[in-house]
């Protein structure tokens, strides 16, 4: 039997400055997408669809709440014990 290693894809690495080419943000720069939803950022890092650089992963976490804030309902909100 002859040893097939597995095939792996290389995941893209993109800094501030890439634009993306897909979805919702599509024609974006990461940057530009920081400011606007972070989160997508990091959702799309933790579906491994792209890495960021580490400009990039050190910006996303020295976002404040406050930078978040704005990323939709807060769940809180729409939780009733009654």
């Known amino acids: 039997m002859v040893y097939q290693p597995k095939k792996t894809t290389t995941k893209k690495l993109l800094g501030l400055h890439d634009i993306l080419t897909f979805g919702k943000y599509a024609d974006y720069t990461i940057k ?3 400011d606007e939803e ?3 950022i990091t959702w799309c890092v933790d579906q491994e ?3 960021i650089t580490v400009e990039v ?3 996303v976490y020295s976002l404040t709440a ?3 804030e704005d990323e939709g309902p807060d ?3 729409s939780l009733s014990i009654y």
């Open 32 to 34: 530009e997408i920081l």
């Open 38 to 40: 972070p989160s997508y």
């Open 49 to 51: 669809i792209f890495d």
């Open 57 to 59: 992963d050190e910006m």
């Open 66 to 68: 406050d930078d978040w």
């Open 75 to 77: 769940i809180g909100d």
